[in-house]
């Protein structure tokens, strides 16, 4: 594992690069960075914690449950963000603060009916296929706002915004058009809940295309961790 001066570097160079992508995109101080840290040990995460990150995010919910207990003497930010199945969904409203990839009125119901009383409201984003890929998750485009509407109506959930993977095109345009499209749907959401805030979209190799285009939320795994094995 790299030691904790290399982390200490890679971090405050992922934290520049974002920070000079939201200048110029005229958004100073407007992105956070979210450390992906699916597949990597627990000890990983907390030499990156040690070094001021607080956010991280899991694909999965016993892994990521598992990392959250391991490390619970730390005061960290847990966030779901990979496809969430139904039958998992006690685990993620009592173990995570937030949930990426809400995408349909099943999850509502569940996520909200499962989250503990003594907790925040779960805050959630909803997973959008943007660019209608069969292979991905995600709800329509078209059918976002409902599903926003239930979500604003479940007390227990908190709507912050969306969330989306563009279809990895080798083209920058084609992945500049699907952050320009999601960053107009938001907009359009924003407008309907004063509770939107958060635009989750842009990973290593694209979150400067995706600050550009309205970001406030980037994911960032490969960058901070090296590639995996």
């Not at 603060?97 to 499962?114: E, M, N, Y």
């Not at 109506?153 to 499209?181: C, K, N, Q, S, V």
């Not at 939107?196 to 980037?218: H, R, W």
Request: charged share 25%; hydrophobic share 45%.
């Amino acid at each position: 594992m790299p030691s904790m001066e290399s982390f200490a570097r890679t971090l405050h160079g992922v934290l520049q690069g974002i920070e000079n992508a939201a200048t110029l995109s005229g958004r100073p101080g407007a992105v956070k960075l979210l450390a992906v840290s699916k597949t990597r040990p627990a000890e990983a995460v907390r030499a990156l914690a040690a070094v001021g990150q607080r956010a991280f995010g899991e694909n999965y919910v016993q892994e990521g449950v598992a990392k959250r207990q391991a490390l619970a003497d730390l005061d960290l930010e847990w966030h779901l963000i990979g496809h969430l199945q139904s039958n998992k969904s006690r685990e993620a409203a009592e173990h995570f603060d937030w949930v990426h990839s809400l995408d349909r009125p099943k999850l509502v119901d569940a996520l909200g009916q499962a989250r503990p009383a003594d907790r925040p409201p779960l805050n959630v984003l909803i997973q959008v296929n943007v660019d209608g890929e069969a292979s991905k998750s995600g709800c329509a485009p078209a059918d976002v706002m409902a599903l926003a509407g239930r979500i604003a109506a479940a007390p227990r959930l908190r709507l912050r915004g969306l969330m989306a993977i563009p279809e990895p095109h080798p083209d920058p345009a084609h992945r500049r058009d699907a952050f320009r499209r999601l960053k107009a749907l938001q907009d359009r959401l924003a407008a309907a809940h004063p509770s939107v805030d958060t635009l989750s979209m842009g990973m290593s190799d694209d979150y400067a295309l995706a600050i550009a285009e309205g970001s406030t939320l980037v994911r960032i795994g490969t960058a901070l961790f090296g590639r995996r094995d």
